[in-house]
Every structure is written in structure tokens, then in C-alpha cells.
């Protein structure tokens, strides 16, 4: 007879987009306002177009006023005939705006717990995740990288100030 011995509440490592746990957190719904497959579950976005009605990738006019949140895995686009999932334009998303979630990290990022998180805005890794360049946001790292993600913790990205580095 098999039994269960642990138990967790926490999405498991590999799952950008993902929720890191089950603390409080808002997640707003927005329109993509970017090629399709542009955008990435777990890559951080800023105001689109129409602010405060879709998102789009950063770019390096971007200011940390504009940044609205991390592209949420909810589960609900398919993967194609390729085994590819596609984040298409014109598509409604679910975005973090504060709370715990698996972000994806531009290719040389190493972040360490309690590390300042910085949304990269240009280049290959724009909307990704580093400890350095970009724009410093409201939020820590509370994982190391894992697969090319991280956990971050985002705080209420209306409040200007980005959180204090350190444990």
C-alpha cells in the first residue's frame, strides 16, 4: 500500500508564469499588445498602447512607472502541433501585479536570495529577469536560479520606491 508522506502547496520549479505559493496576491487580466509569440509566461511587461488595458515587452524608453506586472501560466492556452505554447496577440492574459511568482531570467542572470530584481529592457532578454541593467523594480528574489527561472516576490509596484536588497 502506497501512502502519501509529503505534502506541498508550492508549483514546483520549471513552471514560468507559475505561482511560486499560495500568500496573497492580484492578478489583473490584460490584452497582449505584442506579436505573437513575443510574449513568454513569467517575463514582466509594461503598459501597452492602451494603458491600463494591454501590455506589451519592454523597451528602452520603459520606466519602472510603466511596468505592470509578470505573464502568468494559467493554464489556458494549448500547445500546438509542435509541443509549442504561443502567447498570441490580441490574447487575454493573466498578470501578476504583486504576490509570489516563477520568473524567467535573462541568460546570465544569478540571482541570490534577497537579490534587487531588475526587468531587462533591451536585447534578446527584454522582459526578463536580472540583478542588474534594466529598470530596478519593487520586488526581491527569494530563489536562485533553477532552469532558467527564478522565484521573485513583486511588492505593490504603485509604491515608486524598489525594495531594499538584502536579507
Same mark, same amino acid.
Given at each position: 500500500m502506497s501512502i502519501w508522506t509529503e505534502y506541498n502547496n508550492r508549483t514546483p520549479a520549471g513552471v514560468a508564469g507559475g505561482l511560486y505559493d499560495l500568500t496573497d496576491h492580484a492578478v489583473d487580466s490584460f490584452r497582449i499588445d505584442a506579436a505573437d509569440g513575443k510574449v513568454k509566461f513569467g517575463m514582466g511587461v509594461v503598459a501597452g498602447t492602451t494603458p491600463g488595458t494591454d501590455v506589451t515587452i519592454p523597451t528602452a524608453d520603459s520606466t519602472m512607472d510603466k511596468f505592470m506586472g509578470v505573464v502568468m501560466n494559467g493554464g489556458s492556452n494549448e500547445m500546438d502541433m509542435n509541443g509549442v505554447i504561443v502567447v498570441r496577440n490580441s490574447s487575454t492574459q493573466s498578470i501578476m501585479r504583486h504576490g509570489r511568482v516563477w520568473a524567467r531570467l535573462a541568460a546570465e542572470a544569478e540571482p541570490a536570495y534577497g537579490d534587487q530584481v531588475h526587468l531587462i529592457t533591451s536585447g534578446d532578454d527584454a522582459g526578463c529577469f536580472g540583478t542588474t541593467g534594466g529598470i530596478a523594480i519593487n520586488a526581491r528574489f527569494i530563489t536562485t536560479? =533553477? #532552469?532558467?527561472?527564478?522565484?521573485?516576490?513583486?511588492? #505593490? =509596484?504603485? #509604491? %515608486? %520606491?524598489?525594495a531594499a536588497s538584502g536579507n
Open positions: 536560479a =533553477q #532552469n532558467g527561472i527564478a522565484a521573485i516576490e513583486l511588492y #505593490n =509596484q504603485l #509604491n %515608486a %520606491a524598489p
